[in-house]
């Protein structure tokens, strides 16, 4: 197992150098940039403004500049003071080595177009609230979609069947953009139960996350009833209840650990684009996640924002699929890793 962790974090290094430079590339091909505006700038202050954030530097020193800010480590004395090109998002303390000592890691850069913050303080601000609505959407899904997939698999082709599956149907029709006004109206505005948009308390969570999980859980159910039904053919299944043992002993200890493989092999993926934010929800109910700051930077050429985000989501994307693969040797014991 530790080895297989070791090679699967050395593969995660690999795959975030091939992330970085191909998105390095893409966003210094699209034309515009990040000082580009309807009224213009002056090309003094362009080249101004260019020199000072290296944009003016060849493309391949410009990303060995910015690989390194993120790589290399840095030991400060206490004379240290955080500036925008200068923020680490990792401050360890140092005592032994002087008072205001500390060991400073990962400097994402400036954003350049909100120029009083760092991608450290967007991240440090607005992912902690997206990796709170993605855990809340993801046990929405999980807890809706797994029980309709088991009473469609265990009562098929019976009414039970039908209306779970027409659960998961109207979940994958109507798209969020409709649920979440739908929603909004119904709870917030006629019944008054629910606050209709901002964040800060756990009734702010409900809507939003209700409204991202109950699509996703039209996925899980769908899974979940394909699987199971797989697995209630298989030989050792028979043998199981051949040898008396009750139905519930058979569903749970022997059918729905094998059948649950492609529901954990989906949440993986689902749970890295849950938690770093997605731009329609957090748009509708007002919600300071990641998401929103995403699409905005995507638009506004904002380099460093890009970069930081999809970095961010690929090291969540490996790292969700690393503990699938751990999860398979515990649902499937012939799973083994060498």
Do not use: C
Request: hydrophobic residues 55%.
């Amino acid at each position: 197992m530790f080895r297989f962790i070791v090679r699967r974090m050395l593969w995660m290094f690999l795959v975030l150098f091939v992330v970085s430079a191909i998105t390095f590339v893409l966003l210094r091909a699209v034309p515009g940039g990040p000082f580009n505006s309807e009224r213009g700038v002056p090309a003094p202050v362009q080249r101004s403004l260019e020199a000072k954030f290296n944009l003016d530097k060849p493309l391949i020193e410009q990303y060995l500049k910015y690989v390194g800010d993120i790589l290399i480590p840095r030991l400060t004395g206490p004379d240290f003071k955080r500036s925008l090109t200068e923020d680490y998002l990792i401050n360890v303390p140092v005592p032994i080595l002087g008072e205001g000592a500390a060991f400073r890691w990962m400097n994402f850069g400036p954003s350049l177009r909100v120029r009083s913050r760092t991608v450290n303080q967007l991240f440090l601000e607005n992912l902690p609230v997206s990796i709170q609505l993605g855990s809340a959407a993801l046990a929405v899904a999980l807890a809706i979609g797994v029980p309709l997939g088991i009473i469609a698999a265990l009562r098929r082709n019976t009414a039970a069947d039908y209306a779970s599956m027409g659960v998961a149907i109207i979940g994958v029709s109507i798209p969020i953009i409709i649920m979440a006004p739908f929603l909004q109206y119904l709870f917030g505005v006629q019944w008054r139960l629910l606050p209709v948009s901002g964040w800060g308390t756990i009734q702010h969570l409900i809507m939003p996350a209700f409204a991202l999980g109950f699509a996703q859980s039209a996925l899980m159910a769908r899974l979940t009833r394909a699987s199971l039904l797989q697995v209630l053919g298989e030989d050792y299944i028979r043998t199981a209840r051949a040898k008396g043992l009750s139905e519930r002993t058979v569903i749970l200890l022997h059918a729905l650990k094998n059948a649950l493989i492609p529901v954990v092999t989906v949440i993986g993926p689902l749970f890295a684009a849950l938690v770093t934010g997605t731009f329609v929800t957090e748009t509708i109910f007002a919600v300071p996640g990641m998401g929103r700051y995403f699409v905005t930077s995507v638009t506004n050429r904002d380099f460093t924002v890009v970069m930081g985000t999809i970095l961010l989501y690929a090291v969540f994307l490996v790292l969700a699929n690393m503990l699938v693969d751990i999860l398979y040797a515990w649902l499937d014991p012939r799973i083994r890793f060498a």
